[in-house]
């Protein structure tokens, strides 16, 4: 506890003289400080403050209020560049494997630490890029970092601030980090492809691959005084040299069994879906993502509320169909549900234990005796009319009298 308070009352007294812009104090007491930082062995901490004091252009200044609190705007559309974003805990939080987790882990603990990796010689400030399909769950882990960080987390979204004129967009992205290098905070840079794309693209045009070169020069620029969380959907196209800049890299792939059936018991965890149709539903949506899966989710959710009936298999895999769409990578697709045959032999060949008639019955809405009639006719072709009719006639000889 001694050695944290050991320089506290330099600390102070700098604070005190860039208040009242006392600039002749906030050197002395710096200097002071740098000094006490060699003698304790801190001397990496020591050489980056007199760098700071020897820095040309670095002079105490009155800035005005809305320029230090208020993110920048562009220069053309004055919408702002940067939006803070909540960091309240989300039940739709992303569920992390273990080995996720660990690297998660060690970026934060390297945030929380950086004056003393800086003093074993390791300086730039951690970054972490994120990357993987859409709706995996990465706004949703940077969110998840900041508060546990205890630091607001701005996000920009690169793809919407680039300008008609590329000249701007090079002092939007310096508004940026400049904003973020004096506002504690989680810098979230979305569609992170949008500007830092391979500059050996043929299709890109010259000035655009100028506009990365600055990127790269500002994030390195800037990397000092930041805390840098960056997301591509694309990341095979993104610059080698961008890759270099980030100390951690993970992956947010599409969720796993285990993983699905976490999701599924979290975002229903308010209409209480019996365990097997929480099986059932984790089994079906393979090669969904996380997004696809709440708001299959909250559409169950809705119809309790709408139309007061309990939540329904078949229409979760109606939901879920609805966003397979056309994708071949899907073992579900729609015309499954056209199929009665094909799409008793598509789940019984994935688990007849668990793809009973029953259960096949609430997925498709038909009654099991439609599906038993399906399956016994040969090559899963439907009966005849006049054999329905009779069948109808000798099962129930009320009906046929009427």
Known sequence: MKDDLAFLSEIFKIVEGALRLDATKVRNYSQLLAEKLEANGESASARRLRRLLEEPGNQLRPLHLDQNALPPVDGESRFPLLERLSTRAAESATILTEPQMRLVDEFEHAVKHRAALENLGITGSPSLLLYGPPGCGKTLLAGDIARKL??????????????????????????????????????????????AKLRDDQQELGELKRVVNSFIQTLDMFARDLVVIAATNHEHLLDSAVWRRFTFQLEIGLP??????????????????????????????????????????????MRTITH????????????????????????????????????????????????????????????KSTLFRHLRTPEGKPHPPNARRTTVHQSHPAQARA
């Open 308 to 367: 007061r009936e309990p939540p329904s298999l078949h229409l979760a895999m109606r939901t879920l169909l609805a966003h397979a769409g056309a994708k071949p990578d899907r073992w579900l697709r729609p015309e499954l549900l056209d199929d009665p045959l094909k799409l008793h032999k598509a789940l019984t060949d994935r688990s007849a234990k668990l793809y009973s008639l029953s259960m096949i019955s609430a997925l498709t809405g038909q009654p």
């Open 150 to 195: 205890e630091l607001p987390i701005y996000i920009a979204r690169l793809d919407g601030m680039i300008s008609s004129f590329l000249g701007s967009t090079a002092k939007n992205i310096r508004a940026i980090f400049e904003f973020a290098a004096r506002t504690p905070c989680v810098l979230f840079l979305d569609e992170f492809d949008a500007i």
């Open 256 to 301: 796993d069994y285990s993983t699905r059936e976490k999701l599924w018991r979290q975002f229903t965890s308010t209409i209480s879906l019996p365990k097997r149709e929480i099986e059932v539903l984790a089994d079906l949506s393979e090669g969904f993502s996380g997004a696809a899966l709440k708001a299959t989710a909250d559409r169950l959710k």
